[in-house]
């Protein structure tokens, strides 16, 4: 009967590591339930991980897009201010020039009218002395009284030397001369 307190501790030994066993297959089978939801998890998570590191490298080229979209623009802005800056001058350098050339152009109205004026004086002037310019009627007059003097002037040398001296001279009319000549022809 000893033995059987052994048995006995035996069996119940057997019990109890059939016990713990089950308790421990439990706790495997739990552990092995837990460890496969963390897999899960931790596969769900990587693929989560590379999605956002996926996306975090599209926004990293898309960054860099607009990094160089903004590095574009912003030479183009220096581009067009240095164009603005140049047109300024230029603008600057013409706005001048027409201040000049309207000063100009107003020194030269003022003159065209001083001009305008001494033409009018000019030509009132030339006028006056057309008026007083002997007529094609008075230079035929004329023509005719030079040709009756060509005539008259050996009966006038003539009598300068009958009479001795020199001749008085006295003021006559037209009429007169034209006598005076008709008669020493």
Known sequence: MAQQPQDMSFARALNEAKGVIIQLSGRVKTDADKIRSQQQTIVSQSASIAQAEERIRQQEEALAAAVDEVAALHKRVEEADTAREYSEAILNRQGEKIQALVAANE??????????????????????????????????ALAEMTQLLTKAAPAIEKTKKLSGGSPKLRLTSANDAAAMVAEAA
């Not at 009218?113 to 310019?133: F, H, I, N, W």
């Open 107 to 140: 020194d030269l109205e003022t003159m065209i009218s001083e001009m305008k004026l001494l033409v009018g004086e000019l030509t009132r002037e030339r006028d006056e002395l057309r008026s007083a310019l002997p007529t094609a009627d008075d230079a035929a």
